[in-house]
């Protein structure tokens, strides 16, 4: 939602701004995988951008997922 001030205004911009950046590349990758690739979320802000992006229906977050990777790394 836009804001009533200028900071929120500017927040709720710079996030759809954020958030559409993403879904276009996800737009990019998805086209390139084949109509249809799954779509696996991780990161500080995934869980966010995914609850507002348009590709939500196709996603899944997982929060432990790099984690577990370094983990998996370090005990090699």
């Given at each position: 939602?836009?804001?009533r001030e200028t900071?929120?205004?500017m927040t709720a911009g710079a996030w759809g701004l954020a958030v559409g950046g993403v879904?276009?590349?996800v737009d990019a990758a998805t086209e390139a995988a084949g109509a249809d690739a799954r779509?696996?979320?991780a990161g500080g802000w995934g869980e966010a951008w995914l609850?507002?992006?348009?590709h939500r229906a196709r996603g899944r977050f997982d929060?432990?997922?790099v984690h577990r990777g370094i983990r998996a790394w370090a005990e090699r």
């Open positions: 939602m836009p804001g900071v929120a205004a879904d276009r590349l779509l696996l979320v609850a507002a992006s348009r929060a432990g997922l």
